[in-house]
């Protein structure tokens, strides 16, 4: 029976997201494929060599765009000054009555979920800080109130006649034009990778894609920062102890006696809890069966101290890396058995590591698990009744052909794209390795599916999805390595005991910032749950 091919929603979803978000596209190209210095945070539940690649084109599409507006206004401003005073004025005045009126409405929405017992609505704000976008572009409001005003008094004075208005209007109605055409090609963009299916187009991967693609999948995981887990998601539960490798004992004896050689290496352990754990996705009867489920080794380095595994970051290293870590545990890099599953189409990823080391006569357990929540609702558009198709195509062009600020907007953009632009052009290859030898840390500290995801609770089944796959993993772990220790002739008594406390205990959320609390059962950043 052949294993079927997963759901990459995921992925068509974030790559729907660099059209629909700016910001988010931006953070792609500058902290993923312009950031050769650091290392690629690996990809939990989708790929992301299409959505840098879907990046670009929507970078160069905006770009394009931005210069065909820059351009017009230029030109209508050399031609035609007075009508092009008359146009700004008549376009950024519609802009401003649009924005007040958006601003009123979501205020009216956020003071409507305030005394309801509804979710607030996933909100539109950057992922670096806690001021709303409004906010960040009220100035751009001062300024067009005050070109509006400058406008007004010039045309009195000038006291301009039916030709300049109509001159005017027909600048302005030419921009918008140019504002509708954006908007189309962008929804057909996005109305694309919903026709191709459940896995967007793969580009061939050369140059800093094929970096990209060797980094996501190396076992090796240079991180920076405080947790080694990047792009896992939120924390969810952590426990840990140290069992003592002593004889079992027959009825009636109580002394406990310590083997004088370790009963078992380290890697058979490993060899048995993978064994165990695969075999959850390898069940015939499909209504046994964990689909969706992963193990792989992974190696976790903290960038500050890889210098020494340089090498074990080329790709032709990776055979006989993971062994050599497991048979001689070093305390810089550390092996964890990474048990994944992937629901939802890679919108919740649930991902267990599990370490596991032998040392002072001592098994040591660590248990580490975190989720991923789903995308935010702005990128699920793609796989909404009515978000792709020639209604959403009309629609598009029509809200996007009122986007006056965008036009006041196109010179900042285009510095911006022109940052990206040079960024891009730097050294070929993987320039990773000689950075390290060079004694600086490369480590990853971004994650654009981390950055991606929603902010509030979504949807029950997912929330207990997690809770579910994160109960089966930890159940199958401690009862195969219970087996194991049995088999092997090691004292289980304790350990039982433990394994018990463990698993009756509830899931608790640990640490701060991005979590999900199990406890009560919140997904999302920074979420909590009435008692």
Known sequence: MG???PDRTATRRLCAGVYLDPEFRDA????????????????????????????WRAWWLSTVGDAVLLTLCCAAVLLYPLPALLAAVALFDIGLVAALVTYATRSVRALGHRYTDAPAPDTDEDADTDTPRWRRTLGYDLVIAALVTVGVVAAVRGRAG???????AAIALTLCAVLAVLGTLRQLAVNRLRAHGTDPRRPRTRGRLAVIESQQRHPLVVYSGASPFVGSGS???????????????????????????KPFATRELVEELRRAITALDTEEDPETRLPGLRVLDSLFVEGRYARGYADDLEPAARAGLVERILDRPQETARHYLTCQVESWGGEVVTTVFVHVSLQGRTMYIEFSSR??????????VVDTIGG???????????????????????????VRATLALLGALGIGGDPTVAQLKRGRDIGADYSARERAAIKTDENYFQAFDVVKHLKIIEQRLLST??????????????????????????????????QINLSDVAMGENTSVGK
């Open 481 to 514: 390595v219970g087996d194991f220790l049995t088999e092997h002739g090691v004292d289980t008594s304790e350990f039982r005991r433990r394994a018990t406390a463990i698993l009756n205990n509830g899931v608790i959320s640990t640490g701060s910032g991005n």
């Open 371 to 380: 989720a991923l929540a789903p995308t935010r609702l702005a990128y699920q």
């Open 388 to 414: 792709t198709g020639t209604l959403a195509t009309l629609r598009a062009a029509a809200l996007h052909g009122g986007r006056v600020r965008d036009i006041a907007l196109a010179p900042v953009r285009l």
């Open 162 to 168: 039916d030709g300049v208005f109509l001159t005017a």
């Open 28 to 55: 792609v190209l500058h902290r993923v494929y312009n950031a050769r210095k650091r290392r690629v945070a690996p990809s939990y539940g989708y790929d992301l060599v299409p959505v840098v690649t879907h990046a």
């Open 235 to 261: 924390g969810l539960r952590t426990w840990s102890f140290a069992q003592r490798l002593i004889e079992a004992k027959p009825l009636g004896v109580d002394k406990d006696v310590e083997f004088e050689k």
């Open 3 to 5: 294993r079927e091919l």
